[in-house]
C-alpha cells in the first residue's frame, strides 16, 4: 500500500513538473528578453560596447554631496554619460564634450518644507 502511494505521488510530482515545462517553453518573451538558448552575435556585441554616450541613472547625491540635509524627488536623474569600452587598452572612455542641463527636482527638508526647485548637472 505504500509503495503504491509512493507511486502515486512521484508520478503526479512529474507530470506536474512536466506540464510547468512544457507552459514555460510555450510561453512568449517579453520585448527585449532573450531567450537562454539564443546567442548574439559578436559584431553585435563589438557594436553595442564601443565608447560613447549613453542615457544614465545618476544619483542626485552623488552631484550634490554637501545637500544631505535634503530627500529629493526623484533621488537620480537621468544623464547622457560617456561609457563603453574602448579597443586599446591605452585608451580611456572619457567625454569629448559637457554641458549643463537643468531640471526640476523637488526637494523635501524632513518635517520643515518641500518645494520644486531647478538643479544643474553636468552631462
Known amino acids: ?3 503504491l502511494l509512493s507511486w502515486v505521488h512521484w508520478t503526479l510530482a512529474l507530470l506536474l513538473y512536466l506540464h510547468h515545462a512544457k507552459w514555460s517553453q510555450a ?10 538558448h539564443e546567442v548574439i552575435k559578436f559584431m553585435d556585441v563589438y557594436q ?19 545637500e544631505i540635509e535634503y530627500i ?4 537620480c536623474v537621468p544623464l ?10 591605452a ?3 572619457v567625454p569629448t564634450s559637457e554641458s549643463n542641463i537643468t531640471m526640476q527636482i ?15 548637472f553636468l552631462q
Open 48 to 66: 553595442r560596447s564601443y565608447c560613447r554616450p549613453i542615457e544614465t541613472l545618476v544619483d542626485i547625491f552623488q552631484e550634490y554631496p554637501d
Open 80 to 89: 547622457m554619460r560617456c561609457a563603453g569600452c574602448c579597443n586599446d587598452e
Open 1 to 3: 500500500m505504500n509503495f
Open 106 to 120: 523637488m526637494r523635501i527638508k524632513p518635517h520643515q518644507s518641500q518645494h520644486i526647485g531647478e538643479m544643474s
Open 91 to 93: 585608451l580611456e572612455c
Open 27 to 36: 510561453a512568449p518573451t517579453t520585448e527585449g528578453e532573450q531567450k537562454s
Open 72 to 75: 529629493f524627488k526623484p533621488s
